[in-house]
């Protein structure tokens, strides 16, 4: 019969992984140094993840629900022009507060575009900002384009955005919000639901 798991130990030894990852870099982690920064046995931890590479899937996981869930509301406001706005900066204030792990993602792990989309929560967001987009569309508020493409743009703008500010410190993240924001809007928003930068 399978252990069953922990949610609190799993946590724990997210929060490890993390932590050694940031010191080490991702060859230079071994799973027995994950075990110990959680002070458990190595064998618990391959009852959790079965590889480093798990580990790290999870830790992209559980950003992308952050991100998720501080998105998924805004978008839902029926002033769209301001739902562009507060998506676009809920996006960046997760990036912004979790820039540790978004550097250990992107700079010592240097995780792929093809391994970001094979998580669920990476698939549901571009689901629901498609299905969003698609539904605008249908009422005109927003300009037509093909939804699902349109989604994954923007998810790159934003990605863009967050990597170029707060990995690469190539440009001041107040100044390319606003910018972004307000192209998103007069980009999207069509006729009279345009209603400018908020």
């Not at 998105?71 to 998506?87: C, N, R, W």
């Amino acid at each position: 019969m399978a252990r069953p798991i922990d949610p609190a130990l799993q946590g724990k030894i997210l929060e490890a992984a993390r932590t050694v990852l940031a010191e080490h870099g991702y060859t230079g982690t071994r799973m027995a140094d994950v075990a110990a920064q959680a002070g458990i046995a190595t064998g618990t931890i391959y009852l959790y993840f079965k590889s480093k590479d798990a580990l790290v899937l999870a830790l992209t996981e559980d950003l992308n629900l952050r991100l998720l869930t501080a998105v998924s509301p805004k978008l839902a406001q029926p002033d769209f022009a301001l739902a562009i706005a507060d998506a676009a900066r809920a996006a960046l204030a997760v990036c912004a507060s979790e820039r540790d792990l978004l550097k250990l993602l992107y700079l010592n792990v240097g995780l792929s575009k093809l391994v970001e989309m094979t998580l669920p929560t990476y698939d549901l967001l571009h689901q629901q900002l498609a299905a969003t987009l698609a539904k605008q569309m249908q009422a005109g508020v927003v300009y037509a384009y093909d939804p699902k493409t349109l989604a994954e743009l923007l998810i790159g703008l934003i990605d863009w955005t967050a990597q170029a500010c707060l990995i690469w410190g190539d440009g001041d993240l107040p100044m390319y919000e606003a910018t972004l924001i307000q192209m998103l809007q007069r980009a999207l928003v069509a006729g009279d639901g345009r209603q400018g930068n908020r």
